[in-house]
């Protein structure tokens, strides 16, 4: 087994780079008052760990990285907490500016292509997803949110961002900005010159959008539109008490939470957070205060099939490994016990039907596990040589402990063939 394939983009020039993130979380959020507990918003707790940790979680898991993240207001406490899993590049006067300010300093430090988080958003995974899918300079937005004034709105047209503000009126608002942003090399430059000239124009209060927005027409920006999954901003706390009750629950049930694999690693991440509690009021009474750094969610890890034929799929310009199968069974083994994600898309005649229906089989050991009976059609962002390549779909099966076989088949069907990739949390 070999590590995860990180996705890249591949540059006009045919060229091809790692995706860098760089996640915003100089700001206090004084908003939430006590709720906050003294702590920025990036480290509130959310699930058993802080929010940061979900979102380099959801960026391991997409194979998203280096990351950066911009500190400012209780530096320390964030670089305890995210450790290793990133950079960190220093606000020190965060108190006084905002994101505008916050991105600007992150120049000489990102290239691009790079995803631009803000640190106080909790999101389905999926999310990310949608918008790497979508390729680079893309930014995903929710038709679904109510209008609010203090919404981050954004104005589409003909699926490209033509505007992006809290004062965009009811009529002009296409949905709320999500606070996700992918951005090529070239457009990011862009994006960094125009937040230049409002920093020397004295701008410290503006945020990163209206660099965004004052970009628009030197590039171009997809609208993904990411309605009905699950995400939220947390400013307040009635923001903080949705996000604990009603979406973290809805997002753990689709990664897969309720697993047994999955709750064994809340049990000891819950574990790690009482001793580091405890670890923390004992250093208190001695005068210091350190937040202990909480066990990783693990990333995920593609799984090569030595003898099986490899498949590049280049899925919004970024280049994916896959393998090919069909009726003959593509077979992994896998120590368990774990959960193995078997992801998998058909490959179909370019001009055929608009849905095709097919059915996989899952086999276990040898033996039947599953029947799953699937609807697709072609995905327009993804691409390999000589066939069309259909949406991507998933089965996750949990294998007991021991070494087994998991073989995932074409049943039955109108596609010409399948492509497979099995996907397992790393150790």
Excluded at 85 to 99: Q, W
Excluded at 383 to 396: K, L, M, T
Aim: hydrophobic content about 45%.
């Amino acid at each position: 087994m070999e590590g995860t394939k990180a996705p890249q983009a591949v540059t006009p020039a045919g060229d091809v780079r790692a995706i860098q993130a760089l996640i915003l979380a100089a700001g206090k959020g004084s908003r939430l008052g006590r709720a906050a507990e003294g702590l920025p918003k990036c480290l509130i707790q959310v699930g058993g760990q802080p929010l940061i940790r979900h979102q380099l979680d959801a960026l391991a898991e997409g194979g998203v990285g280096p990351v950066v993240v911009a500190i400012g207001y209780a530096a320390d406490l964030v670089r305890e907490t995210v450790g290793h899993a990133a950079e960190f590049v220093l606000n020190p006067r965060y108190a006084a500016t905002n994101s505008l300010h916050t991105f600007f300093l992150t120049r000489e430090r990102i290239s691009g292509p790079v995803v631009i988080l803000n640190s106080d958003v909790l999101f389905d995974p999926r999310v990310l997803e949608a918008v790497l899918e979508a390729g680079e300079d893309s930014l995903a937005y929710d038709s679904l949110s109510d209008w609010t004034r203090e919404h981050m709105k954004v104005a589409a047209r003909g699926g490209r961002v033509v505007s992006l503000s809290k004062e965009l009126s009811e009529a002009e608002t296409a949905g709320e900005n999500v606070g996700m942003l992918y951005l090529s090399a070239r457009s990011l430059e862009v994006v960094f010159g125009e937040a230049e000239k409002l920093v020397e124009a004295g701008r410290t209060d503006a945020f990163l959008a209206e660099a965004v927005r004052g970009s628009i027409g030197r590039i171009e920006i997809k609208a993904v539109d990411v309605a009905g999954t699950a995400w939220t901003e947390i400013d307040t706390p009635h923001d903080l008490e949705r996000a604990r009750r009603e979406l973290w629950p809805r997002i753990a049930a689709r990664r897969g939470a309720r697993s047994g694999v999955w709750r064994r690693r809340r049990r000891w991440r819950r574990l790690a957070w009482a001793i580091g509690a405890a670890a923390a009021l004992g250093a208190a009474f001695l005068g210091g205060w350190r937040i202990a750094r909480p066990v990783p969610v693990p990333a995920w890890e593609t799984v090569t099939l030595p003898g099986a034929r490899e498949v590049a799929v280049a899925v919004g310009g970024v280049a994916q490994p896959w393998w090919r199968g069909g009726a003959e069974p593509v077979v992994v083994e896998i120590e368990g016990p774990r959960t193995v994600r078997i992801e998998h898309r058909g490959l179909s005649r370019p001009g055929g039907r608009e849905r095709v229906p097919y059915v996989v089989e899952v086999r276990l050991d040898g033996r039947p596990h599953d029947l799953c009976r699937f609807s697709t059609a072609v995905d327009s962002g993804a691409a390999c040589p000589d066939a069309a390549v259909c949406e991507r779909q998933r089965i996750d099966v949990d294998v007991p402990a021991g070494r087994h076989s998991v073989a995932v088949r074409l049943l039955a069907g109108e596609l010409e063939s399948l492509l497979v990739r099995f996907r397992v949390p790393a150790e």
